[in-house]
T-cell receptor, first 113, second 114 residues
Framework: GDSVTQMEGPVTLSEEACLTI???????????LFWYVQYPGEGLQLLLK?????DKGSNKGFEATYRKETTSFHLEKGSVQVSDSAVYFC????????????FGSGTQLTVLP | GAGVSQSPSNKVTEKGKDVELRCDPI?????LYWYRQSLGQGLEFLIYFQGNSAPDKSGLPSDRFSAERTGGSVSTLTIQRTQQEDSAVYLCASSFGTSGYEQYFGPGTRLTVT
């Protein structure tokens, strides 16, 4: 079945540091890929998405590129801020699975001033 | 406009009791999903409704769990004879369709079974 593996947390960075959160996936079809973010005390929000190979999703300074050859969708940001502290979830939606999301385990990010 | 709403926000119940969790999706969204977020299992898909089609129940963990969606809008997730392992945050999401559309999540219902 479908699965998503993302790097274990927690991750602690200083403000303005570079961020990479690794995400790899296994899927039977051609999935769409997503990064969701959960800020403290809030619900899940879509951060960015990519629907086909080589697409790059971007939002709020975050980027991720859909790499079919490595089945990866790593999240990157060049300079993190304290306000980026949250839990980040990589997810996929497989057209063969009624489009429900399959999530990774989540990565807690803390950015220190 | 209004987002996905869920009620109650918190529910504490005794083991063996039944509970009902409610989800109001965004108006006009035809697809509705239930997920469960727990410490041990992460985020798991439970059930999916699309329009008037039969729901996809493939993620329900046992026959104590059921859900319905009335009039293509509001959905209720029912857990019968609750167990301590049912303690989790239950999330509802809706989307305009199923082909590449974003799922919008509600704030969740935190269920604690004592």
């Amino acid at each position: 079945g479908d699965s998503v593996t993302q790097m274990e947390g927690p991750v602690t960075l200083s403000e303005e540091a570079c961020l990479t959160i690794n995400c790899t996936y296994t899927a039977t079809g051609y999935p769409s890929l997503f990064w969701y973010v959960q800020y403290p005390g809030e619900g899940l929000q879509l951060l960015l998405k990519a629907t086909k190979a080589d697409d790059k999703g971007s939002n709020k300074g975050f980027e991720a590129t859909y790499r079919k050859e490595t089945t990866s969708f790593h999240l990157e940001k060049g300079s993190v801020q304290v306000s980026d502290s949250a839990v980040y979830f990589c997810a996929l939606s497989d057209p063969g699975s009624a489009r429900q999301l399959t999530f990774g385990s989540g990565t807690q990010l803390t950015v220190l001033p | 406009g209004a987002g996905v709403s869920q009620s109650p926000s918190n529910k504490v119940t005794e083991k063996g009791k039944d509970v009902e969790l409610r989800c109001d999706p965004i108006s006009g969204h035809t697809a509705l999903y239930w997920y469960r977020q727990s410490l041990g299992q992460g985020l798991e898909f439970l059930i999916y409704f699309q329009g008037n089609s039969a729901p996809d129940k493939s993620g329900l963990p046992s026959d104590r769990f059921s859900a319905e969606r009335t009039g293509g809008s509001v959905s209720t997730l029912t857990i019968q004879r609750t167990q301590q392992e049912d303690s989790a945050v239950y999330l509802c999401a809706s989307s305009f369709g199923t082909s590449g559309y974003e799922q919008y999540f509600g704030p969740g219902t935190r269920l604690t079974v004592t």
